[in-house]
């Protein structure tokens, strides 16, 4: 596939993984935790494995509950899972990390490009409000709406948040063109609603979904205003 049609009226992103260094971040952060247990063999990688399994049940269960939550639950469970002991301290080390965590270098140049070019552009993000602003801080101030799961009461790859994010802007799925980092996040929602989609593979491991082919592929944010101008989508 390839993006064609008329220029859209905003550009919507995912945060972590596409802006953001998340899985760099969440490594680190991680660790921190990890560093501060006695006698434990355990490896970053292997309690962020058990953690993502239970963050992403926890987000599909009813009534919503708030990210800072999910992700407590999550990684207490993950703990306990691997054996080792969980305190209070730990989600307030892994989310303050999260708000810490910067762009990739490429990011800010990119958003201000988008904008020169005439794009509005939105966040929308499977996080709190509070934790989501120290990334948004960092982003150069071209970012001009922040949608997050708190705000909608949904996670992707739910299409309750997408709908919520387009009437909050004021748009069909036809008017935005999404830019994302996650397969199955986001490329689900896109194959399953039907708007058009930019993948940005960083070469993480992340694979395509099989039964959908996004309308662009690019290896980081740099190529995407490139492409834009090939189509001429300059206001």
Same mark, same amino acid.
């Given at each position: 596939?390839?993006?064609s049609g008329e220029k859209p009226k905003w550009l919507t992103f995912d945060c972590y993984g596409t802006l953001i260094q998340w899985d760099?971040? $969440?490594? %680190?952060?991680?660790?921190? @935790?990890?560093d501060g247990k006695a006698d434990t063999n355990i490896e970053a990688r292997e309690l962020?494995?058990?953690? &993502?399994?239970?963050?992403?049940?926890?987000?599909?269960?009813? *009534?919503?509950r708030c990210f800072r939550d999910v992700a407590g639950s999550a990684l207490e469970l993950a703990m306990k899972k691997l054996k080792l002991r969980y305190t209070e301290s730990d989600i307030e080390t892994l989310t303050g990390s999260i708000s810490a965590? +910067? +762009?990739f270098p490429e990011v800010p140049r990119a958003l201000g490009l988008l904008k020169d070019m005439g794009f509005q552009l939105c966040i929308i993000s499977n996080t709190d409000? &509070?934790?989501? /602003?120290?990334?948004?801080?960092?982003?150069?101030?071209?970012? &001009?709406?922040? @949608? !997050? /799961?708190?705000?909608?009461? /949904?996670?992707?790859? %739910?299409?309750? @948040?997408?709908?919520?994010a387009h009437t909050a802007l004021g748009v069909k799925k036809e008017d935005v063109v999404h830019i994302c980092a %996650?397969?199955?996040l986001d490329l689900a929602a896109a194959r399953d609603i039907g708007f058009?989609?930019?993948?940005?593979?960083?070469?993480?491991?992340?694979?395509?979904? *099989?039964?959908?082919?996004? &309308?662009?592929v690019f290896?980081?944010? !740099?190529?995407? *205003?490139?492409?834009?101008?090939? $189509?001429?989508?300059? %206001?």
């Amino acid at each position: 596939m390839a993006l064609s049609g008329e220029k859209p009226k905003w550009l919507t992103f995912d945060c972590y993984g596409t802006l953001i260094q998340w899985d760099e971040g $969440l490594v %680190s952060a991680v660790q921190k @935790i990890l560093d501060g247990k006695a006698d434990t063999n355990i490896e970053a990688r292997e309690l962020i494995e058990v953690y &993502d399994h239970f963050e992403h049940q926890l987000e599909q269960v009813r *009534p919503h509950r708030c990210f800072r939550d999910v992700a407590g639950s999550a990684l207490e469970l993950a703990m306990k899972k691997l054996k080792l002991r969980y305190t209070e301290s730990d989600i307030e080390t892994l989310t303050g990390s999260i708000s810490a965590m +910067p +762009p990739f270098p490429e990011v800010p140049r990119a958003l201000g490009l988008l904008k020169d070019m005439g794009f509005q552009l939105c966040i929308i993000s499977n996080t709190d409000d &509070d934790i989501i /602003a120290g990334n948004v801080a960092q982003l150069g101030g071209h970012v &001009d709406r922040v @949608i !997050t /799961a708190q705000q909608a009461q /949904a996670y992707k790859p %739910s299409p309750v @948040i997408f709908a919520h994010a387009h009437t909050a802007l004021g748009v069909k799925k036809e008017d935005v063109v999404h830019i994302c980092a %996650s397969p199955h996040l986001d490329l689900a929602a896109a194959r399953d609603i039907g708007f058009r989609c930019v993948w940005i593979d960083r070469g993480t491991g992340r694979r395509p979904l *099989p039964d959908y082919t996004p &309308d662009e592929v690019f290896q980081n944010l !740099t190529q995407v *205003p490139t492409r834009f101008m090939e $189509l001429k989508w300059i %206001s």
